[in-house]
């Protein structure tokens, strides 16, 4: 059982920074995709952004330009590196792996969540 430990969240000021960390105990991260989702109460989860095994990305159109995802294989981390934050972008924030050990198998991990708040 892969266990994912998030870092990084906490309150800032509308155009402020934020680096979001998670930590992986597999120790195949380095073939598994890796995802950042947000949720907001009430709502379901949604995808954020994310990092194929050979480091392509993807991310939702509201974040382009503001927000960074990136690993360390060696090190096992996932990063979101979220600037020119806005009100709108608080929620928590879930990491996730993805695992397909078999072509007829697919495993998914989540992290804690870690909470962001952007005040105005």
Do not use: H
Not at 10 to 26: D, F, K, P, T
């Amino acid at each position: 059982q892969v266990q994912l430990e998030e870092s990084g969240g906490g309150l800032v000021q509308a155009g402020g920074s934020l680096r979001l960390s998670c930590v992986a105990s597999g120790v195949r991260f380095s073939i598994n995709d890796m995802n950042w989702y947000r949720q907001a109460p009430g709502k379901e989860r949604e995808l954020v952004a994310s990092i194929s095994s050979g480091g392509i990305t993807n991310y939702v159109s509201a974040v382009k330009g503001r927000f960074t995802i990136s690993r360390d294989n060696p090190k096992r981390t996932v990063y979101l590196q979220m600037d020119s934050l806005k009100p709108e972008n608080t929620d928590v924030y879930y990491c996730n792996e993805v695992a397909v050990p078999t072509v007829e198998e697919r495993l998914e991990f989540w992290g804690q969540g870690n909470l962001v708040t952007v005040s105005s």
